[in-house]
């Protein structure tokens, strides 16, 4: 990661949320999952786990999981889930704009959490630049790549997460990169990619858990927080994390035909296909 430049970002020190900001300030001396744990039972907020559980407990492999984040949050509640589980460590893909936006968002500690990726949405050499994200373009616009740079920085973080998960860590990606529903959005091919570049000797030891965070209402969480801050205990607030049926990475190239196996796209659709039949219930 390049040494911290804060000359083109915007002065806004304190916005992140004091929860967050919390996490990121007890990380160094009780890693980043236990500081997340710990913080929320603090807030009184619980986090229940739920699903398949027990496959994602004994597993002694890499864990590679593929949740939603159409209330931002969701990854908090996985972190605090894992604890419990007795990870100490988790790597999570995170859409950034400019490099240097990664450690002064969230400071060293926590950056070493996070891979980085970078939408071609605003690369400097996009044709069409009156878009949705012109706001970012300007205030970012000393530090924008290009598009070929955009990609490589994309596939490097890719890369690395291939690496831990074939060292026994474990990845945890948005697939839709933004915070959307990802049952009614398309989902990018990145988390295809990751599996793709996973040695057949590997791909074994490697598990897909897909999941979802029900329950996170960010009002309720931030007013807890507020509340614990001002020496009292709010009432209780429950997420609930359910995990799908998993599988292995060997599973999920095996269910497509061997022309397809090693193609990001296919593998992502079948990625999708397991979320959306081990998660969601008919009405």
């Not at 229940?48 to 590679?64: F, I, M, P, S, Y």
């Not at 012109?134 to 291939?162: C, F, H, M, V």
Request: glycine share 6%; charged share 20%; net charge neutral.
């Amino acid at each position: 990661m390049p040494e911290h430049d804060s000359s083109n970002l915007p002065n806004v020190s304190d916005w992140r949320p004091k929860f967050i900001r919390e996490i990121r300030e007890h990380a160094e001396a009780d890693g980043l999952l236990q500081a997340t744990h710990d913080i929320l039972q603090r807030d009184n907020i619980i986090v229940t786990a739920t699903g398949d559980v027990d496959t994602v407990r004994n597993h002694e492999g890499g864990l590679l999981f593929v949740g939603n984040h159409n209330k931002q949050f969701e990854f908090v509640a996985l972190m605090d889930v894992l604890s419990q589980l007795g990870r100490t460590s988790m790597k999570n893909i995170v859409k950034f704009y400019v490099e240097n936006q990664v450690t002064w968002g969230l400071g060293s500690i926590a950056a070493d959490a996070v891979l980085p990726v970078y939408p071609r949405l605003l690369a400097t050499d996009r044709k069409n630049k009156l878009n949705a994200e012109l706001g970012s373009r300007l205030i970012y616009r000393k530090s924008l790549k290009n598009t070929t740079e955009s990609k490589r920085l994309t596939d490097e973080s890719l890369q690395a997460a291939t690496v831990e998960l074939c060292n026994d860590g474990v990845v945890n990606i948005f697939p839709c990169g933004s915070i959307v529903n990802n049952i009614e959005h398309p989902w990018r091919a990145g988390v295809g990619q990751i599996v793709s570049q996973i040695p057949t000797a590997a791909k074994e030891r490697v598990l897909v858990v897909p999941y979802h965070a029900d329950n996170i209402n960010r009002v309720r969480l931030l007013a807890a927080v507020a509340v614990r801050g001002k020496g009292m205990l709010a009432r209780p607030q429950y997420i609930n994390l359910t995990m799908g049926r998993s599988q292995t990475a060997a599973e999920v190239v095996g269910s497509l035909p061997e022309q397809l196996q090693g193609d990001p796209k296919s593998i992502t659709d079948a990625l999708r296909h397991q979320y959306v039949t081990s998660l969601i219930r008919p009405s």
